[in-house]
């Protein structure tokens, strides 16, 4: 019963809020699309348990199983941070400032691909709320031209017929401004804490690989 009275509700401002809700609705389907591609993203392909991900890859640098390493970014390549890793491991018989660079070109070939989209839902929320003020203004507007030259027996009913249309809009704007601003803010938390995790698993990873060639040194 509570979703058919939510439809009710939607349908209702669909039609009686006048031409500014057929562009929130629209403004609702675009948010909606973006949306599901960034929780796919960012919570299904690109995020990875970062601290049980370095330690399988930290037992395997201390076995000196730098393929093993390997297969493990491997076996994970879809996510951010294995990327990152692997570019890493890559040069690991490198320089430092080699193996950096490859972790920082890694990490900045990245970071727009968790940020992509985002930028869209803070421009759709704003756009939402705005159609919502146009709407509720232009409602007013219509409803005052409409009494001016009317009937004093049907100024009532134009009036509340105009209202109610500017009300509507200015509800269903918010509604969709609301929700697209809560998703907007958990997407980027969640993309900052992956690239927050690249940034630390980095050091580690550039620790590790600075102790392995001490140690193999040190051994000769």
Do not use: W
């Amino acid at each position: 019963m509570e979703t058919q009275a939510h439809s009710l509700n939607m349908i209702t401002a669909l039609q009686n809020g006048g031409f500014s809700t057929a562009l929130i609705a629209v403004t609702m389907a675009a948010a909606i699309a973006f949306i599901i591609e960034r929780f796919y993203r960012l919570f299904l392909q690109l995020s990875i348990n970062g601290r049980s991900f370095m330690a399988e890859i930290q037992s395997y640098l201390l076995n000196n199983d730098l393929d093993g390493a390997l297969r493990v970014c491997n076996g994970a390549q879809k996510a951010a941070l294995p990327k990152v890793i692997k570019a890493g491991l890559m040069r690991a018989s490198r320089s430092e400032e080699q193996i950096q660079n490859a972790l920082d070109a890694a990490s900045l070939e990245m970071i727009p691909q968790l940020e992509r989209n985002l930028p869209y839902l803070a421009l759709i929320a704003n756009v939402a709320t705005l159609l919502g003020l146009l709407g509720t203004i232009a409602g007013l507007i219509r409803s005052f031209a409409a009494i001016a030259n009317a009937d004093p027996a049907q100024r009532q009913a134009l009036l509340s017929a105009g209202i109610s249309e500017a009300m509507f809009a200015t509800a269903f704007g918010l509604v969709v401004a609301i929700a697209t601003m809560v998703c907007h803010s958990v997407l980027s938390s969640k993309a900052a804490r992956i690239v927050s995790d690249i940034d630390e698993h980095s050091v580690k990873l550039l620790d590790l690989l600075s102790a392995r060639k001490v140690a193999h040194t040190s051994e000769k």
